[in-house]
């Protein structure tokens, strides 16, 4: 068999948690795939060109198909929309544009029903300045609600209090309230004032509405911009060298800790294990890993500097050992995200290659941690070319959000309606339908790396290992040598108890042999090595999953 004659690959990083402690019972939050859902592009019921929660009720067998474990919504709140839902005007109903109350709570019932968990967004940095307490706040300096916002007066040069830049546009962190004479704080838009945690009627009040929609049903918040919620009431100036990177990158304050501490122990006193996973905006990974706290924050908190990594196997291999180095001493479990609502489609980032986008999926998958899917990334979507004249989102993200096609029909799905977005190009052949009816086609290798981690402890939950693979040429191949050939392959070893799988991903457009792995081929970016041994070569910009020989 290939490899059998060589030295087994190397161990260059060292296992953290032990095989078995991760692998026998670990909390749901551990093993599942999630899906993120942007309700608006998802799927319409109604015929008004917006998506809705009806319009993801219609679509939950595609994610039952599909095999995903649990489901993450982007807001679906009250709100004016300047923000498109993140700027929340009431955190306790929905915007009759996605529906009702009632329909947010057939949703998660329905999706329980299939076994499927439900995760919502849960804002708790800002509000909108349409929220009741932001126009009770702002009606005088005297009100009791006056000090649920933050508010300074002008700082010496008759400006704002301090240099934090807003996300988008480079502008002040601040506006001037003019009846008033004082400025507030908005991280975001001057529509999202920030809200001041060090308040404890605001924290009361952000933990009623965790109780809000945990009573409800769901099983967990993603939380937006969390590390934020904490501020040094000095509110002092960022670094001059910095800037205009915005504030929401840069911050970092002790004062968050004790605040999670205690959403953590919101969230375990109810049954059922309650999850948060943070959107921790720092692209430092270890101080993305402080917000596990020990153990008493946050359950799960998005890392991301994989994200903005290039597809280059060095890159990659530096993000796995960095994220492994940082988290697994701390006994925290990583997530792992290639695309989402605020970034460019990862199959665009990546230059736009079908086959890179199917070796990602492998990537993605094969890893330690919950990965993250986002909605139509099973299909390999990418971003839609948005003319100026439909541009609608004050942060330039409408490309990552266009709307799901559903079938190859002219309307895709949507029920005749102009989307609220463009489509993606090439919708006649990245479409669910097309692509189900198709066994070849990127749909289908995700559904068969989900069904593969599910059945598999290791890939679900086992422990990893990067590996030494070897750098010899593969038959045929004419490339520059063995060191550049070296540094095409990343490879990794999953194992929980008796189980193992091996995970090897060619960031290379040439074949690249690998030593030392001799087995089974259980899923792979080209289907038709699959269930075959392992002959030693990893296909150009493929990926493979492989069940190692037992001696």
Same mark, same amino acid.
């Given at each position: ?189 001057? %529509? ?5 945690? !060090?308040? /404890?009627?605001? =924290?009361?009040?952000? &933990? +009623?509405?965790? #109780? ?112 492994? %180095? ?5 006994? !925290?479990? /990583?997530?792992? =995200?290639?695309?989402? &609502? +605020?970034?460019? #489609? ?206």
């Amino acid at each position: 068999m290939p490899g059998s004659t060589n030295p087994p690959p190397q161990t260059t990083v060292t296992d953290h948690v032990s095989d078995n402690a991760m692998a026998s019972h670990p909390p749901w939050w551990q093993s599942i795939v999630a899906y993120q859902i942007y309700p608006r592009s998802f799927a319409d019921s109604n015929g008004d060109g917006i998506g809705d929660i009806d319009g993801i009720r219609a679509h939950l067998d595609h994610l039952v198909w599909l095999g995903v474990d649990a489901i993450w919504l982007s807001p679906v709140y009250r709100s004016p929309m300047a923000d498109f839902g993140y700027d929340i005007s009431d955190h306790c109903d929905v915007d009759p544009l996605f529906g009702t109350l009632d329909d947010a709570k057939a949703l998660i019932d329905e999706a329980h029903e299939l076994g499927l968990r439900v995760i919502v967004d849960f804002v708790p940095n800002h509000t909108s300045d349409a929220h009741d307490w932001f126009r009770a706040a702002r009606s005088s300096p005297d009100h009791p609600m006056r000090d649920w916002y933050i508010w300074r007066p002008p700082g010496p040069d008759g400006g704002p209090p301090n240099n934090w830049v807003a996300s988008w546009g480079d502008t002040p962190a601040w506006t001037l309230d003019e009846a008033s004479g004082e400025y507030y704080l908005h991280c975001f838009l001057s %529509a999202q004032p920030d809200l001041n945690w !060090a308040n /404890p009627e605001v =924290v009361a009040a952000m &933990h +009623d509405v965790l #109780r809000f929609w945990l009573d409800l049903g769901v099983d967990g918040f993603r939380a937006d911009v969390v590390h934020l919620i904490g501020k040094d009431p000095a509110l002092p100036d960022d670094d001059p060298d910095l800037l205009p990177i915005p504030h929401v990158a840069l911050h970092h304050d002790p004062a968050t800790h004790p605040l999670l501490a205690d959403i953590r122990a919101l969230l375990d006193a109810y049954p059922g294990d309650r999850m948060m996973v943070g959107e921790i905006y720092l692209l430092d990974t270890s101080l993305v890993a402080e917000y596990y706290g020990n153990g008493d924050e946050l359950h799960l908190c998005f890392n991301f500097p994989p994200l903005y990594a290039p597809w280059d196997a060095g890159s990659w291999r530096r993000q796995i050992e960095r994220t492994e %180095a940082e988290l697994g001493p701390r006994g !925290a479990w /990583p997530t792992w =995200v290639l695309s989402n &609502h +605020d970034n460019p #489609r990862h199959r665009t980032r990546y230059g736009g290659s079908e086959a890179i986008a199917r070796a990602a999926a492998v990537l993605l998958l094969g890893l330690r941690g919950t990965p993250f899917l986002y909605a139509g990334e099973e299909i390999g979507m990418i971003d839609a070319e948005v003319p100026s004249e439909a541009v609608v989102d004050p942060g330039g993200r409408d490309g990552c959000r266009a709307p799901i096609p559903w079938t190859s029909d002219a309307d895709h799905g949507w029920r005749g309606a102009t989307p609220w977005l463009p489509f993606a190009p090439a919708t006649e052949v990245t479409d669910v339908a097309t692509q189900r009816d198709d066994p070849s086609s990127i749909l289908h290798l995700y559904r068969r790396l989900i069904a593969a981690r599910r059945a598999s402890p290791a890939l679900r939950s086992g422990s990893l290992s990067l590996l030494d693979v070897g750098a010899r040429p593969a038959p045929g191949d004419t490339g520059t040598g063995a060191a550049a050939h070296h540094e095409s392959v990343v490879a990794w070893r999953r194992v929980a108890g008796d189980d193992e799988r091996v995970v090897m991903v060619n960031f290379s457009d040439r074949p690249q042999h690998v030593d030392g792995i001799d087995g089974t081929v259980e899923v792979a970016t080209d289907a038709s090595l699959e269930q075959r041994s392992f002959d030693g070569v990893v296909p150009p910009d493929g990926a493979l999953v492989v069940r190692p020989a037992r001696t």
